[in-house]
C-alpha cells in the first residue's frame, strides 16, 4: 500500500485498462494535449497515443454517442465529460441510447461504456456548474451508477466499470481529486465489486449512510461525537445502482437509528430511495425516524457564504444525528 | 469622429481596468469560482454597442463583464458581483458568469457552451412577434460552433428569419485547443449550410467592428433574416484564472498584445486625430477613479441574503401562492443573512 491522491488513483486505473486491452480508448474535452481538465488524465496521451487518448471539440452529444456506436461495435470506450453539468446535453445518448440499447435490441448489443467525470459542487462555481446528478442517473434502469469517496475506492471501482460490459455513470466528487488515501500497489490489480458498502467506521448508536464531499464531514463529525459518547457506524454504499441495502439494514438492526447524508437535493433520488428501503425492511427495528442532512432544496448561489450554507456541512449533519438519538 | 471614437476608448479601458482589478481582488481571494477575463477582445463588445440601440438585446457567455458594461451596466453592479454581494447586478446569486440586467436589455451570461445560443434566437423571435424593430445580438466562442445547440439556434432562426446577429468571437482557441482541432471549416463557413451572410473580419480595431456590424444589424432589423459573423480576436489572458495556457507560446501572446491591443490601437488613433494626451490623461484618471469606488463600494456592500435566494426559486405563484410545500423549505436557515463568506 502506499498513499496517492484520489485523482492519481483515477488515472492509474485508466492507464492499467488501457494497457491491458487495446479496445479501451478515452475521449473527452481536454483530455489530451491540455492533460485533463482536472488533470485526471496526466500523462495518459503521451502514455497511448493520440489515438486512443481523444481530443474533442465542445460536443459532448456527439462525442457520448460516438462512444456509444462504438461500444455497440465492439470498443469499450471511456468518455470524460469535462464535467457533469455538461452531461446534460448528451442526456438522451446516456438515457436514451446507452441505458436502453441492450433491452431493445434484446440482448443483441451489450454496451460496455464509462461515463466519468467530475460531480456536484466546487467552490462558487454557480447554479448552472454545481449540480450532484446522482438523483438523476439512479433513475433509469440499464445504468450503474457509481460514486467513490476515497482514492482507493475510486480505483477499484473504475478498473471494474471499465470491464463490466454495461454502461456506468461513473462520478468522481470534484472536491475529492486532491485527497490522499492508500491503495493497493499496481500489481495487485484490485477490482472492487459493484453493490458492495463499505463500512467506515464501526459503531453502535447510529447508522450513517453517506458518500462524495459530505463523506469525509461525516467521518469528522463521527470522531466529535465519539468524544461525546455518541458511537456512529458510518457507512458508504460505493455504488449507487446497485445499492447494497443489505450492509445497511444489518447496521440499522444493530444501531436502531438512521441518518443519510447526500449532496443532491432532498427531493427523491439515492437518498429517499435509501429511506424508503429502511423503513420498509427494518421499521420494527427503529427507534426513531429515518432523517437526512441534504444540501438546501435551492439552486446553487455563487456567494460563498450562501454557497456555504446550502452545501451539507458539519452543523447540520451533526445536528441532524443529534435529532436522531433525540438530543 | 474622433468624439465617438473617445467615447468607445472610454467604455474599454473601463472594461480592462474593471477587469484588471477583478484579477487583482480573485488572487486577493475577494473573487471565488470561475474568472473569464476579456481583456483583449474589448473592441467587439465596445463596437457591437455602437452598431445597435438602447432597445435591442444582448445575449452571451460566461466571458461577460465586458459586455454588460457596454450595455450600461456600472462598474459598481459589477465588482459587487464579483465579490458575491447583495448590491450586484445579480444580487451576489449569479457571479462573474451570471451576470444580468434587465433594465440595460441584457440577457445575461451563460454557462453552459452553446446554449444561450436558442436564447438568443427566442429574444429575436419574440422581436418579430410583437413586430417590434428590436434586434438581438448573439455572442459567443469560436468552441461554441460545434455543438447542437449552435446549428438548432442558427437553424431555427434562419428558417423563421429572426432579427438576430449571431456573433462568433474567435479568440483563437477553445480553452486550451486551438480552432483547427475544433473546427473542420472556418465558422464563418458553416454560414451556407444555413443560408445566410456572412462576415469575417479582424476585431482589434473598434471602429471596424463597429461598422462591419451595422450592415448584418440593418439587415435584421429589416426583417430580412439573421447572419453569422466571425470576428478573429484574442484573449491576453487565460481562458480563466486557473489556466496556466501552457498550449500557447509566451511569444504569441506578447506578439498579439505588440500588434493587436484594441485599447491602445484606439488611444493611439485618438492621438493622432489631435486629442491631446493631457485629456486622454485625464479621462484615464477619471476611469481610475470609477474603478477604485467601485471596488470599495463592492468591498463596503452586504452580502448576498438568503431572503433573496430563496425568494428567487419561483417567482410569485398564480398557480401555488405559497411556492414551496413545505417539505424542504429553504427557510429552514433562518437569519436573512448567511454565514461569514469563504470556506
Ligand atoms: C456544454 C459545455 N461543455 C463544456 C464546458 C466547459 N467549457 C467552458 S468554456 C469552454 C471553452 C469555450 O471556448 P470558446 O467557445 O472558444 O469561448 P472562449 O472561452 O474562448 O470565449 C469549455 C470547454 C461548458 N461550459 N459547457
Ligand atoms: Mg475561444
Known amino acids: 500500500m502506499r498513499e496517492i491522491t484520489y485523482r492519481d488513483a483515477l488515472n492509474e486505473a485508466i492507464a492499467e485498462e488501457m494497457t491491458r486491452d487495446p479496445n479501451v480508448f478515452l475521449m473527452g474535452e481536454e483530455v489530451g494535449y491540455y492533460q485533463g481538465a482536472y488533470k485526471v488524465t496526466r500523462g495518459l496521451l503521451e502514455k497511448f497515443g493520440a489515438e486512443r487518448v481523444i481530443d474533442t471539440p465542445i460536443a459532448e452529444s456527439g462525442f457520448a454517442g460516438v462512444g456509444v456506436g462504438a461500444a455497440m461495435t465492439g470498443l469499450r470506450p471511456i468518455i470524460e465529460f469535462m464535467t457533469w453539468n455538461f452531461s446534460f446535453v448528451a442526456i438522451d445518448q446516456i438515457v436514451n441510447s446507452a441505458a436502453k440499447m441492450l433491452q431493445m435490441s434484446a440482448g443483441q448489443f451489450k454496451i460496455p461504456i464509462v461515463f466519468r467525470g467530475p460531480n456536484a459542487s466546487a467552490r462558487q462555481v454557480g447554479s448552472q456548474h454545481s449540480h450532484s446528478v446522482d438523483a438523476i442517473y439512479t433513475n433509469f434502469p440499464g445504468l450503474y451508477v457509481v460514486y467513490p469517496s476515497t482514492a482507493r475506492d475510486a480505483k477499484g471501482l473504475l478498473k471494474m466499470a471499465i470491464r463490466d460490459d454495461n454502461p456506468v455513470v461513473f462520478l468522481e466528487g470534484e472536491t475529492l481529486y486532491s485527497q490522499k488515501g492508500e491503495v493497493p500497489d499496481a500489481s495487485e490489480d484490485e477490482l472492487i465489486e459493484f453493490g458492495k458498502a463499505r463500512i467506515a467506521r464501526e459503531g453502535k448508536d447510529v447508522t450513517v449512510v453517506t458518500w462524495g464531499r459530505p463523506y469525509a464531514t461525516v467521518l469528522e463529525v463521527a470522531k466529535e461525537l465519539e468524544a461525546e459518547g455518541i458511537s456512529c457506524e458510518v457507512i458508504d454504499p460505493r455504488t449507487l445502482r446497485p445499492l447494497d441495502h443489505g450492509t445497511i439494514l444489518e447496521s440499522v438492526k444493530k444501531t436502531n437509528r438512521c441518518v443519510v447524508v447526500h449532496e443532491h437535493w432532498p427531493y427523491g433520488g439515492p437518498g429517499a430511495e435509501i429511506v424508503d428501503r429502511v423503513q420498509r425492511e427494518a421499521f420494527d427495528h427503529l427507534d426513531s425516524p429515518v432523517l437526512r442532512a441534504t444540501n438546501l432544496d435551492v439552486p446553487m448561489p455563487y456567494a460563498a457564504g450562501l454557497e456555504n450554507d446550502v452545501i451539507v456541512g458539519k452543523d447540520r449533519i451533526k445536528q441532524t444525528i443529534l435529532k436522531s438519538l433525540y438530543r | ?343
Open chain 2, 1 to 343: 469622429m474622433s468624439e465617438e471614437l473617445l467615447a468607445h476608448y472610454r467604455q474599454m479601458q473601463r472594461i480592462r481596468r474593471v477587469e484588471e482589478e477583478a484579477a487583482r481582488a480573485y488572487l486577493a481571494g475577494k473573487i471565488g469560482g470561475f474568472l473569464h477575463l476579456y481583456i483583449g477582445q474589448e473592441a467587439i463588445a465596445v463596437g457591437a454597442e455602437g452598431a445597435i440601440r438602447d432597445t435591442d438585446y444582448v445575449i452571451t457567455t460566461y466571458r461577460d463583464h465586458g459586455h454588460a458594461l457596454a450595455r450600461g451596466t456600472s462598474a459598481r453592479a459589477i465588482m459587487a458581483e464579483l465579490f458575491g454581494r447583495d448590491t450586484g447586478i445579480s444580487r451576489g446569486l449569479g457571479g462573474s458568469m451570471h451576470m444580468f440586467d434587465a433594465e440595460h436589455r441584457f440577457l445575461g451570461g451563460h454557462g453552459i457552451v452553446g446554449g444561450h445560443i436558442a436564447l438568443g434566437a427566442g429574444a429575436a423571435f419574440r422581436c418579430k412577434y410583437l413586430k417590434t424593430e428590436d434586434v438581438v445580438l448573439c455572442f459567443f466562442g469560436d468552441g461554441a460552433t460545434p455543438i447542437g445547440g449552435f446549428h438548432e439556434g442558427l437553424t431555427l432562426a434562419a428558417i423563421w428569419k429572426l432579427p438576430i446577429v449571431f456573433v462568433c468571437e474567435n479568440n483563437q482557441y477553445s480553452m486550451g485547443t486551438p480552432l483547427a482541432r475544433t473546427n473542420p471549416v472556418d465558422v464563418a463557413a458553416k454560414s451556407v449550410g444555413y443560408g445566410m451572410p456572412t462576415d469575417r473580419f479582424e476585431g482589434h480595431d473598434v471602429e471596424v467592428v463597429m461598422e462591419r456590424l451595422k450592415t448584418a444589424v440593418a439587415r435584421a432589423r429589416r426583417g430580412e433574416g439573421p447572419s453569422l459573423v466571425e470576428i478573429l480576436t484574442y484573449r491576453f489572458r487565460g481562458h480563466s484564472m486557473s489556466d496556466p495556457g501552457k498550449y500557447r507560446t509566451n511569444e504569441e501572446v506578447e506578439e498579439m498584445k505588440r500588434t493587436r491591443d484594441p485599447v491602445r490601437i484606439a488611444r493611439d488613433r485618438l492621438a493622432a486625430r489631435g486629442v491631446s494626451e493631457e485629456s486622454l490623461a485625464k479621462l484615464d484618471a477619471e476611469i481610475e477613479a470609477e474603478v477604485a469606488d467601485a471596488v470599495a463600494f463592492a468591498d463596503a456592500s452586504p452580502h448576498a441574503t438568503h431572503t433573496v435566494m430563496n425568494a428567487t426559486v419561483l417567482a410569485p405563484s398564480l398557480a401555488y401562492p405559497q411556492r414551496f410545500d413545505g417539505a424542504y423549505a429553504p427557510f429552514t436557515v433562518d437569519a436573512a443573512s448567511p454565514s461569514e463568506g469563504g470556506r
